[in-house]
């Protein structure tokens, strides 16, 4: 990893839906889907599901804090996805999709619970926010064909049908923070 940079890990549902969102901010350089928070080495995609391993399907994000501050990054995080929802994003259901922040620093963890309480007191969501914030102890690379899966498959129902309105609201939102290409 270059100096300049850092790495967040988030979970917050389905890693293709992330990955998608993350990818086209400005300053962030790579984004890598993958599982986090478990207790299994090396798991793969079907025993991520089988909820037995504690991981959650996560991105790993290596950003450019010059361009794109971790605050900006945490606000696009609590903004793309509903982090009210215990173990579930839309119809994704289970342990694999909740919402958690694995944090890599103290000063993450300072930002990523100030932003939490920040959000509760601004009463954004009608329900309280389930989002965990936890030390960051692992993550595992998913298989090839979940990487880019977005991008290699737009016409499929599901990228369709809930990944573009995902990416439809960030550029709506955060169309200033999105690389040119995305535009």
Avoid at 27 to 48: A, D, F, H, M, T
Avoid at 99 to 104: K, T
Wanted: proline content about 4%; some cysteine; overall charge negative.
């Amino acid at each position: 990893m270059d100096d300049n940079f850092e790495i967040a890990t988030f979970a917050n549902g389905c890693f293709w839906c992330s990955e998608a969102i993350f990818k086209r901010l400005k300053g962030v350089k790579s984004v890598l889907p993958g599982y986090s928070g478990g207790i299994v080495k090396n798991p793969s995609y079907e025993q991520v599901c089988t909820g037995k391993t504690g991981y959650a399907e996560s991105i790993q994000i290596e950003f450019d804090p010059k361009v794109i501050p971790f605050e900006r990054i945490l606000d696009v995080f609590w903004h793309t996805h509903d982090p009210t929802t215990l173990n579930r994003q839309g119809n994704d259901v289970g342990t694999q999709y909740r919402s958690a922040i694995f944090y890599h620093n103290q000063k993450q963890k300072e930002i990523a619970e100030t932003s939490k309480k920040e959000l509760e007191k601004e009463r954004i969501y009608k329900d309280s926010i389930v989002t965990e914030i936890t030390p960051f102890s692992n993550f595992y690379a998913a298989e090839d064909y979940h990487k880019n899966y977005y991008d290699n498959n737009q016409d499929a129902p599901y990228c369709n049908f809930i990944i573009n309105p995902k990416v439809s609201k960030l550029l709506l939102k955060y169309g200033n923070d999105v690389k040119e290409e995305y535009q």
